[in-house]
């Protein structure tokens, strides 16, 4: 398909398509002359995964930009290459393993196989001291209930990606870690109206303890 159709596929300006494209967001097309080139799904595959990151992901064009370029990193081993997209995705920080430690070893006494480097142990960290800053205490016994709901998402979105072939398991991993998150939180928000609700007793025949929800 000429960039005009491609453009409308995606919902997007050619404009917008053409800066993808000079910016490396976008993969070339199949040229057919100096000024001309062909498109295909993975095109617009692509497209729509830069506009779901922009809007319901958040994310910034840079942070986009960092995540793609691991995803087309050509690596042989798949789990190396899905561990440098989730890499991309966690971005940088000056938290060092040290500072890290104390998270990490709660989360080893709950069975889990974590990494001392692991690029996602500092963002944990750095939520636990802001939620200590204004009071929130988050012991063992409320870090393992999160624990277990992330751990029985993480076993449903790891059958998934095991039923994909190697090739496409880097990008699915980007796709779904920054547009399922947010499904993720907004769940526990909405599952605290819905606690609050039962427990005023809008909901006839429930009610949910504090201590078991």
Not at 37 to 58: C, F, K, N, Q, V
Not at 109 to 137: F, K, Y
Request: proline content about 6%.
């Amino acid at each position: 398909m000429r960039i005009s159709k491609l453009s409308e596929r995606a919902g997007l300006p050619v404009g917008t398509v053409k800066f993808y494209l000079r910016s490396g967001l976008l993969h070339p097309g199949l040229a057919t002359s100096a000024t001309q080139a062909l498109y295909d799904e993975t095109h617009l595959a692509r497209l729509r995964l830069i506009r779901a990151m922009l809007g319901s992901g958040r994310l910034s064009l840079a942070e986009i930009q960092q995540i793609l370029d691991a995803v087309d990193l050509p690596v042989g081993d798949p789990d190396a290459h899905v561990a440098l997209v989730q890499a991309a995705i966690a971005g940088p920080d000056d938290l060092t393993a040290d500072e890290c430690r104390d998270d990490a070893e709660a989360l080893r006494e709950m069975g889990w196989h974590i990494a001392p480097d692991s690029p996602h142990l500092p963002a944990l960290t750095r939520s636990m001291q802001a939620a200590r800053t204004v009071g929130i205490t988050v012991d063992r016994a409320r870090l393992a209930v999160y624990a277990e709901a992330a751990a029985h998402v993480a076993r449903r979105d790891r059958a998934e990606l095991d039923g994909l072939p190697d090739e496409e398991r880097p990008l699915m991993v980007a796709a779904s870690q920054v547009l399922l998150d947010p499904i993720f939180a907004a769940l526990r928000r909405l599952a605290g109206e819905h606690v609050a609700a039962v427990n005023k007793g809008k909901v006839p025949g429930q009610r949910v303890s504090v201590s078991n929800a």
